[in-house]
């Protein structure tokens, strides 16, 4: 109690002392056309998490990148977009979100069954660790947030990978909430994933990123991008996991898309 009391008196606090000038809120919205389907009191909210956010996380440069506020409100958007009707908590047990300019290699060190060591050297737009920071390519970030890339989210994709690791490794099975059962969960995307591995295993071209195929976690990350940015598509695609990832978020992004679509 205690605690949460302490928590509500610093939310009053930053949120009293750490506002988003008008205009870069509004340049950042403009860049996040997926972001449409909100209402102006949800806007409101989702305003109050993204100064909230970025008090509670640094987002710093790496390779000379120097993250202006426009980009910190652009990552802090996206990221808190997630949690709208959860809870911020979910992003607690790590500091930083760190910008490279563009691709990076991350460089980490594994060692395989026979004991070598490799070094890691594929460049990645974007990498979550359990108890590290979110890595992220800002050209990578660019280009995910346009209508021509619709469906794909890299900073959705990292932050979910952020919510699935709050119980252990990213294995698509974020903490389900208490009227959730858990197994209604991994057979809605079990099914689903088996069905779209086997898709890309055969080399059927795919609407949803075939890179969703490399393992339940990234298939949850993947679906994730795409519930929240071409929500329809999942319908279409794979409705019971839509079904899951709609109670999951508390979140229902279909209809509204489709409403804007046919008001457009
Ligand atoms: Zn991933």
């Not at 008008?22 to 993204?50: G, K, S």
């Not at 590290?132 to 959705?156: K, R, T, Y």
């Not at 993947?222 to 996991?241: G, I, M, Q």
């Amino acid at each position: 109690m205690v605690f949460r009391a302490i928590r509500s008196w610093r939310r009053r606090r930053v949120l009293a002392s750490a506002g988003i000038p008008e205009p870069l809120w509004r340049e950042a919205l403009e860049m996040l056309p997926f972001l449409a389907i909100y209402t102006e009191d949800e806007i409101e909210a989702l305003r109050e998490l993204v100064v909230l956010f970025l008090d509670a996380k640094g987002i710093v440069g790496a390779q000379g990148h120097e993250v202006t506020p426009l980009q910190r409100v652009v990552i802090a958007l996206q990221a808190c977009v997630l949690v709208l009707n959860l809870d911020l908590s979910l992003y607690d047990g790590f500091e930083n979100v760190v910008v490279y300019p563009d691709e990076f290699v991350p460089g980490w060190e594994w060692e395989d069954e026979a004991g070598v060591v490799h070094t890691m050297d594929d460049p990645l737009a974007g990498e979550a660790m359990p108890g590290g920071p979110v890595i992220l390519s800002w050209a990578d970030v660019v280009a995910a947030s346009d209508w021509e890339s619709a469906g794909m989210n890299l900073v959705i994709h990292e932050f979910a990978h952020k919510i699935d690791m709050r119980t252990g490794d990213a294995n698509g099975c974020p903490p389900l909430p208490s009227d959730m059962p858990a197994k209604d969960w991994t057979a809605a995307l079990g099914a689903a994933y088996d069905d779209f591995a086997a898709r890309v295993d055969r080399g059927a071209r795919t609407a949803i990123d075939p890179y969703a195929a490399e393992s339940p976690g990234e298939f949850f990350a993947v679906l994730s991008e795409v519930f929240f940015s071409e929500p329809a598509l999942l319908v279409h695609e794979y409705p019971k996991v839509y079904e899951q990832f709609r109670r999951f978020y508390r979140q229902d992004p279909a209809p509204r898309a489709r409403l804007l679509l046919d008001g457009a």
